[in-house]
């Protein structure tokens, strides 16, 4: 591995040619500074060779240690705890919650450059964060926001794709299918057919992953407005943040509150180490050298399950139906039997429970301190603070889950609600937007670090037993 972690001069070498897409709009963005702050990509391939020598000694020093030992309940138990991932964006610890790069997420908050007049990180911070391990400069956030813009556009073949699926399938389907056709514009898929060296994977997956975010708000929003408005989606604003333009094109970009939330979203529903289904799904897809295209549609497919990423939307459907059940009965009492029906009915409770975390998530926290700020008031958000006292209660009381505190998906729905965006079957489209923030920096690094396609060991249960001298 040592020799093929170099870097080619090739690829230094273009890190700093900018794409033509960059062009015009990006260079009219230039008026925020005159100086010319350094790009993402330049300051990534410039860290790059200390990461690599870095691994590097670890694993010439250190790569004979032993991390742990595998039982045969893990193997049947979803593989939890088991170490055997490499993800540098985040680490999560089961009673602090999620640190990005080693920093919390008020931490975040507070560092982060904003928008002007925002209180709220912007995500391209978070990206930059999470790619590099710095915070970036005011300019250098301006500059990618700058550049996603210009990279926006997608293809007829895709708007003609979205337009033509019926507004009965379900939006996540809707957004698996159009990342996957972007692989039409795939830069890496056609280097790699042409032949390339593998020192150069994570330049061209470096402009796949940029040029993939960057139409993600066009297509998530099309999908919205064909769904459940009129059809129309309005342009990207080229002068404008990631945040605004997805929350403008989806329709609400006149409340500033709700931009400022989809700021806050897409930072924390970034990134959660990478074990979950969904980013652990984009790492293994993209270790068969898959573009990022494909194995970022994969993730969404595993980000559409009601155990992960479909949860948010579960929730605010089992909240509402509560209050259909318990209309304005908000006591400890109703909301106790509501909770032991649904745990008697065979049901999880949706947003409670988590593989790792043991404690209430932060980024229910950060949820719910923008909730108290924006909206004391409202009755869903009233509701969803009632289930907070009760349930953890009742969770532990039945027992069976080892985490009865609420996660990220407890919280999200009762906002995207108040704001008007009431479509529960769309919330995992923009947890799936986030998603990208967290999962394609990490494709770039392993493309970068040179790592291996990704394929542990399975045996049969007659295998098993053999392995551990059991008669069956
Ligand atoms: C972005 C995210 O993905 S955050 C998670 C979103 N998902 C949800 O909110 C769905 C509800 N929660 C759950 O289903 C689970 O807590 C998960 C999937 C998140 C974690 O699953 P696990 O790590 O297996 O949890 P745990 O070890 O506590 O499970 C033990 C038992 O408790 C049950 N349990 C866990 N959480 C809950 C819950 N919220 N309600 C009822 N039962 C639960 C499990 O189903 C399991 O039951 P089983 O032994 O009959 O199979
Ligand atoms: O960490 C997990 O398993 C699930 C989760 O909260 C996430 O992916 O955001």
């Not at 591995?1 to 090739?10: I, K």
């Not at 960059?22 to 702050?37: F, G, I, M, P, V």
């Not at 250098?140 to 794709?161: G, H, N, Y």
């Not at 509560?322 to 999880?348: E, P, R």
């Amino acid at each position: 591995m040592a020799s093929s972690l170099r870097l080619a001069p090739s690829a230094l070498r273009s890190v700093t040619a900018r794409p033509a897409v960059q062009s015009a709009a990006y260079n009219s963005l230039r008026c925020y500074s005159t100086a010319k702050a350094k790009s993402l990509k330049e300051t990534f391939a410039d860290k790059l060779p200390g990461e690599i020598e870095k691994v590097k000694k670890l694993r010439k020093e250190h790569g004979h240690k032993v991390l742990g030992e595998v039982t045969l309940d893990q193997a049947y138990g979803g593989a939890r705890g088991v170490k055997c991932l490499v993800w540098e964006g985040s680490v999560l610890d089961p009673q602090e919650g999620i640190r990005f790069r080693g920093k919390t997420i008020p931490e975040i908050q507070k560092l982060l450059p904003k928008a002007p007049g925002g209180e709220e990180p912007l995500p391209e911070g978070l990206f930059w964060l999470l790619l590099t391990g710095e915070i970036p400069t005011e300019q250098q956030v301006r500059d990618l926001s700058a550049d996603w813009a210009a990279r926006s556009d997608i293809p007829k073949f895709i708007e003609e794709l979205i337009d033509r699926c019926p507004s009965d399938l379900h939006p996540m389907a809707q957004f698996s299918l159009a990342v996957t056709a972007l692989e039409h514009e795939s830069a890496f898929a056609k280097a790699y057919a042409k032949g390339i060296n593998k020192k150069d994977y994570w330049n061209y997956t470096f402009e796949d992953s940029m040029d993939v975010i960057a139409k993600l708000p066009t297509i998530a929003a099309r999908i919205y407005r064909n769904v459940f408005k009129d059809g129309k989606v309005a342009p990207v604003q080229k002068d404008k943040d990631y945040a605004f333009n997805l929350a403008n094109q989806l329709g609400y970009g006149g409340n500033g509150d709700f931009v400022e939330l989809m700021r806050l979203y897409l930072t924390i529903h970034s990134d959660h180490e990478g074990g979950n289904v969904s980013a652990h799904t984009t790492h293994l897809v993209g270790s068969a050298l898959s573009s990022p295209m494909l194995s970022l549609a994969a993730g969404l497919n595993g980000l559409a399950g009601p155990l992960h990423g479909l949860a948010n939307q579960e929730v605010l459907r089992w909240l509402t139906k509560m209050k259909q059940t318990i209309g304005n009965d908000l006591s400890d009492k109703a909301i106790t039997d509501y909770l032991w029906s649904t745990l008697k009915s065979g049901q999880v409770v949706p947003g409670y429970g988590h593989a790792v975390l043991r404690k209430t998530d932060p980024r229910y926290v950060s949820q719910r301190e923008f909730a108290l700020r924006k909206l004391p008031d409202d009755p869903m958000f009233k509701l969803v603070s009632q289930v907070y006292k009760i349930a953890p209660g009742v969770l532990t009381e039945h027992v069976k889950t080892k985490n009865p505190w609420p996660n990220v998906d407890a919280h999200s729905g009762v906002l995207l609600q108040y704001y008007g965006l009431t479509e529960s079957s769309y919330y995992t489209v923009l947890f799936g937007v986030s998603r990208a923030f967290g999962v394609l920096p990490q494709l770039i690094i392993d493309r970068a670090l040179g790592a291996p396609i990704e394929r542990p060991k399975s045996f049969s249960t007659e295998a098993y037993a053999k392995l551990v001298g059991a008669q069956l």
